[in-house]
């Protein structure tokens, strides 16, 4: 399955894991992020800097870059760091919605 072209998803990062694990095992990775991702709901807690809500950002930063979903990891990792750091979350937490929401999109349109 070879990646779709957009600025959500990194083709080559993609398209090398899913040569390493094959499009049903990559199906269910991406599945596991999505679920990852519901559980996180709307981020905030993220934001607020909620000790578990981080836990599950984390994970969530290191799996979406796995599966080359590059721009979702960068911006989710901005939250981290912002809540991390005691900063205003405010900027991060909107560019990791519309990040989050980008990939859904990408996903959705998936057969």
């Keep these: 399955?070879?990646?779709?072209?957009t600025d959500?998803?990194?083709?080559k990062v993609r398209d090398q894991m899913v040569g390493l694990v094959g499009d049903a095992r990559m199906a269910e990775?991406?599945?596991?992020?999505?679920?990852?991702?519901?559980?996180?709901?709307?981020?905030?807690p993220c934001g607020r800097g909620d000790p578990d809500a981080l836990a599950e950002l984390h994970k969530a930063v290191?799996?979406?870059g796995m599966l080359g979903f590059a721009r979702l990891s960068g911006a989710l990792r901005a939250?981290?760091?912002?809540?991390?750091?005691?900063?205003?979350?405010?900027?991060?937490?909107?560019?990791?919605r519309t990040a989050v929401a980008g990939v859904r999109a990408v996903m959705?349109?998936?057969?």
Excluded: N, Q
């Design 62 to 64: 290191s799996e979406s």
């Design 8 to 11: 959500d998803v990194d083709a």
């Design 1 to 5: 399955m070879t990646a779709p072209v």
């Design 29 to 44: 990775f991406e599945s596991m992020l999505l679920r990852r991702l519901d559980g996180l709901g709307d981020l905030a």
């Design 79 to 96: 939250l981290e760091h912002a809540a991390k750091a005691g900063a205003d979350p405010s900027e991060a937490l909107i560019g990791a």
């Design 108 to 111: 959705a349109g998936r057969p």
